[in-house]
């Protein structure tokens, strides 16, 4: 039996759908309609509540719904024998990098500035540089992380990427471990957050990283809003040390009404949109998980609990 938990922005029945594609017959229950808790097998889920996922006794596999399990490892009540596997899923990652693409050519063309112009009415035009001569910098360069580096170096820019062990990928110079971030910092014009969020990289966008990026570089967030020191990042803004940043996830989300993220003339908010799973192209994923925890498998992408992502 599957237990569906979700945010209120997504559609159970669309996940029902997706999984009886493969599975005709497959009994599906949609929190809070439990049924005899005892009877759920797999627990597919996103943002689950903390306490919940303790309350199911019978459990074979904690599935997320998405890349990240920082929603499922924050729960303190996990129950720790129970595989949990996340999403590696093309599309997820195809998006992501439509998104950072679409956000560093926004800040390498200035869109910003243009934007503040037309509220003033002024034409104003000025030369681009070249591509070659905006060095970017992906914190993260796992599945998602790595794509988007990848497209990035294909467009010309000049990237970098920082990881926790050595990577080699084709055109991204590499910089490994905690005592190189500084250097990968100073070099990084456009920085992109990739990482998961773990006990290591919560806060790791702070007074002292920030300082440490090149004078008017420009931040973008889509990692998760527990990587930045939301005051650091808008201190470093307003004191002109960075130009600006551009925003997907938040400590707080929604992001509260009186957040000065909201008005900030050089930064610009999206509501955790940068790749949202699609039920279609993930479904086989979790079929194929659920099919492997039945014959006491290890699921496709389990989660390290002691790497923490
Ligand atoms: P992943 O494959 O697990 O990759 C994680 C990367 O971060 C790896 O390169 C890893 O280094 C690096 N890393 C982890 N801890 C580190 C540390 N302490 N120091 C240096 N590097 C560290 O994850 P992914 O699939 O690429 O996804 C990354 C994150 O993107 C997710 O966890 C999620 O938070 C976020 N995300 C956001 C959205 C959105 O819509 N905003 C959508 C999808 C995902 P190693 O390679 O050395 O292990
Ligand atoms: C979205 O934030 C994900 O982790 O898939």
């Excluded at 050089?266 to 099919?291: F, G, K, W, Y």
């Amino acid at each position: 039996m599957v237990l569906l938990f979700m945010s209120d922005s997504d559609d159970p029945k669309v996940w029902a759908e997706a999984l009886r594609a493969f599975e005709p017959d497959l009994q599906v229950r949609v929190w809070p309609d439990v049924g005899v808790a005892e009877e759920i097998e797999f627990a597919l889920v996103w943002l689950p509540p903390p306490g919940m996922l303790a309350g199911l006794p019978g459990l074979k596999l904690i599935q997320s719904l998405g890349a990240g399990i920082d929603h499922i490892f924050s729960d303190p009540d996990l129950p720790r024998d129970v595989p949990v596997a996340r999403l590696v899923d093309d599309e997820l990652t195809r998006q992501m990098v439509e998104y950072v693409t679409l956000a560093v050519l926004s800040r390498h063309r200035r869109i910003d500035r243009y934007r503040r112009l037309q509220a003033e009415r002024r034409w104003r035009p000025s030369r681009s540089v070249p591509l070659s001569a905006s060095r970017v910098g992906v914190l993260g360069l796992g599945v998602i992380g790595a794509a988007v580096a990848t497209a990035l170096a294909g467009l010309g820019l000049a990237v970098a990427g920082w990881s926790r062990a050595p990577k080699q990928i084709d055109r991204v110079e590499n910089f490994a471990g905690a005592e190189r971030l500084d250097a990968f910092l100073a070099r990084s014009d456009i920085l992109v957050c990739l990482l998961p969020l773990t006990p290591e990289t919560e806060g790791v966008l702070n007074a002292r990283t920030l300082g440490a990026l090149p004078e008017g570089a420009y931040v973008i967030n889509v990692g998760r809003g527990g990587h930045v020191v939301e005051a650091d990042l808008i201190a470093a803004i307003d004191g002109g040390h960075l130009s600006g940043a551009w925003l997907d996830v938040f400590r707080s989300e929604p992001l509260p009404s009186d957040h000065p993220f909201w008005s900030h003339p050089c930064v610009t908010v999206t509501p955790h949109v940068a790749a949202l799973t699609e039920p279609a192209s993930a479904a086989a994923q979790v079929i194929e998980n659920i099919r492997r925890a039945r014959r006491g498998r290890e699921p496709l992408h389990r989660v390290d609990l002691s790497a923490g992502y």
